[in-house]
């Protein structure tokens, strides 16, 4: 009886289980940042701050790593140059003409926002902002130029459009800003 009892108050609370749908996770959206750590790439000459949260994968060069979450990547590259690099403004501005045609030309798919000098650790470095398609995904762009040392290093970040604009406050631009850049032997 007792047993009939305790089934009987049971089953309605069991039957309730499950009835409701919950909403998997998201494993597209890139995770939030987590803290940082550095991470040296003594053979590039580089380090940086980087999401606890996020994987880096080491590359192979000229591309020196790839940091990924979601949807959500950047790109570190580091290509040893042996023409003059642009050293005057006017070199910097021939410099970004030549870069965006060369962008347009290997990806067609790219629609150039802004294309801009800019101030890198008080020097100047060369910055494209877009729009690309990356495996049939619209994707936005920044791809940052620093010049030294006889090479070029790239830092090139990649999102959805929607979901950019909060990654560059809180991943992009502080992992930029936190590159620490050494020459490399030859």
């Known amino acids: 009886m007792r047993r009939a009892a305790l089934l009987v108050l049971l089953v309605p609370l069991l039957a309730g289980c499950g009835d409701r749908r ?36 080491p590359g192979t060069s000229p591309l020196v790593a790839s ?4 949807t959500a990547t950047v790109a570190l590259w580091r290509y040893p140059r042996t023409e003059p ?43 494209i902002v877009g729009t690309e398609t990356v495996g049939g ?4 762009v920044r791809s940052t130029h620093i010049f030294r040392d006889g090479s070029e290093i790239v830092v090139e970040t990649l999102a959805p459009a929607a979901i950019f604009p909060g990654l560059d406050r809180t991943v992009f631009e502080p992992l930029l800003r936190s590159l620490k850049i050494q020459p490399v032997k030859r």
Do not use: C
């Not at 998997?24 to 040296?40: E, K, R």
């Not at 003409?97 to 802004?114: H, I």
């Open 22 to 57: 919950v909403k998997p996770p998201d494993v597209a959206a890139p995770l939030p940042p987590g803290g940082v750590h550095v991470v040296g790439y003594p053979k590039a000459g580089l380090a940086l701050k980087i999401p606890n949260s996020w994987r880096t994968e």
């Open 67 to 70: 940091i990924a979450s979601g």
């Open 85 to 127: 690099l642009p050293a005057s403004a006017a070199a910097f501005q021939t410099a970004k003409r030549a870069l965006v045609r060369a962008a347009q030309k290997r990806d067609r798919t790219l629609k150039v926002g802004e294309a801009r000098v800019i101030r890198f650790h008080g020097r100047p470095a060369l910055q």
């Open 137 to 140: 995904e619209r994707r936005m």
